[in-house]
């Protein structure tokens, strides 16, 4: 599933530097990742880069974006194409 980021977000920007996919970015009033790019670090990590580094625990799995292993593998082969 995709993450999220709460308004717990204290827009530190820790989290845009280690996204493999640039999937985050600068939102109104707190950062925001992009669904259709998040792809919860797979294949890069072993778990979700955003949440490890998060000071506020902002970055959370979305419920409403649950996707599979092979899932989340085939959207990070067709973003890095």
Do not use: W
């Not at 998060?54 to 799995?61: H, L, R």
Request: charged residues 30%; contains cysteine; aromatic residues 4%.
């Amino acid at each position: 599933m995709a993450y999220k980021i709460t308004a717990d977000c204290v827009l530190c920007g820790v989290c845009v530097t280690v996204c493999p996919n640039e999937a985050i970015t600068e939102g109104d009033p707190f950062y925001i990742i992009e669904p259709i790019r998040c792809t919860e670090c797979v294949p890069v990590h072993e778990k979700s880069q955003c949440e490890d580094v998060c000071p506020s625990s902002a970055c959370i799995p979305d419920p409403d974006k649950k996707e599979s292993k092979e899932e989340l593998e085939a959207k990070y082969k067709k973003i890095k194409g």
